[in-house]
């Protein structure tokens, strides 16, 4: 029984290798450069962050707003991110059809220049990590199934190097047998810390993150605190009667965590931005933050401080990160979610999404993210090396097929990660067709004499 464990954990980590070490590759690769991206970026974009207009007029920041949305004709400014000193302020800007366009203002709030979010440093690396820039649900299923398939990789390594007892070393060692050490040594100290890595990203993945959002948003105790789920709204009795809707608007979910918003609402009853920046200042938020334009005529303004936004200089502490709502006509404050407020799933997202980000506990968590990397990436070489050493030529020497005999502990454990990683255990089925079909063939082909 031992051997049928054994032999089917081989197989399928063989398979499973052979087909996502491409993605898995372009996975890590585009992970460190992620990790790195705000130091990229204030080297890259010096001027736009720190750079000065030549100007000396002094603007508030609505008039800032007005001249912005003056040299860009189409676009409506959905948001405003206010930085510690000596970072500029960046105003996000979307015309009708959700197209988008940072632009930078000075410390007179006057124009410095302005960017296509979707050729940025972050962003195209994001994009390429996410999606790999082609984007679609197809695309990004592929992604997480292939993250998904790593931690197999991981744990069926971890048990065939104890189980076959690869660590003990050979009197006289063959190349192939030393690669086959390293490829299980170096497998063996990074399973935990790239297990750990793999599963902080997946809440933003397709699949399994739509799952756990679900069951964020409806359990709010267990996850996203139902106020954060549904902004409070303004007090429309402050718009004259003769412009009210006949139907009362309803609240539109407000954008957090660097996602963008395409509709606004602006009306001339609604407070400027300057006096709610006073409000703000007045409830004790300090910068970074990020103001979002009400999204309806009874919306609010949304004031958002976050661990995980992927904007350069915008990242706070998770224990600091906090929404705020603004009543949009008079400015005044409504109410806050801090993070003492989330349940333990929404906890985990702000510690786990900065941790995998690189930037939880400083130049510490880059490096240490490095080094997993990169040491992952000396495990896919080392099991490459190791198939190549044995494999015969013009052929694919793959381990033997599953062997017919159940394998108790393989199916506990397979059906365990299938439960945990949902698209891997639906990924499953399709491994078994095609063992079954593997076989039929098999078995009706016809011998050599």
Sequence with gaps: MKNATYSSFWRMHFYAALFITPLLITLTLSGIGYLFYTNVENHLYEDYFFGDSGKTEKLTIDEGVQQAEAAFAGYTTTKIIELEEPYNTRLTMTNAEGVQRYLFLDQNNQIVGHQDPTYTFANALRSLHSSLFL???????????????AIFLLLSGLYMTFKGKVLKKAKQANK?????????LIGTII????????????PWSAFMGNIILNASQEHPSFGTPL???????????EIPWATRKE???SSSKHAHHGMGITTISRNPNQVNVASLEQQIEANGITKPYSIIYPTSDDGVFTVAKSSNTGVTGLDVSPYDEATMYFDQYSGEFISQVNYDDYGILAKWFTWGIPLHEGHLFGWPNKLLNLLVCVAFLGVIFWGFRTWLLRKKKGLLSAPPQLSPKISIPFIIIIILLGVIMPLFGLSLIAVVLIEIVLKIIKRNKPEMN
């Excluded at 984007?135 to 398939?149: D, M, Q």
């Excluded at 106020?227 to 709204?233: G, I, K």
């Design 247 to 249: 139907e009362a608007p």
């Design 191 to 202: 399973t935990i810390p790239m297990i750990v890595i793999i599963f902080t990203g997946l």
């Design 135 to 149: 984007g679609g649900t197809v695309v990004n299923y592929l992604v997480e199934l292939a993250a998904c398939w």
């Design 227 to 237: 106020l954060q789920q549904q902004p409070p709204t303004s007090d429309v009795s």
């Design 176 to 184: 192939r047998q030393k690669n086959r050490r390293w490829h299980a």
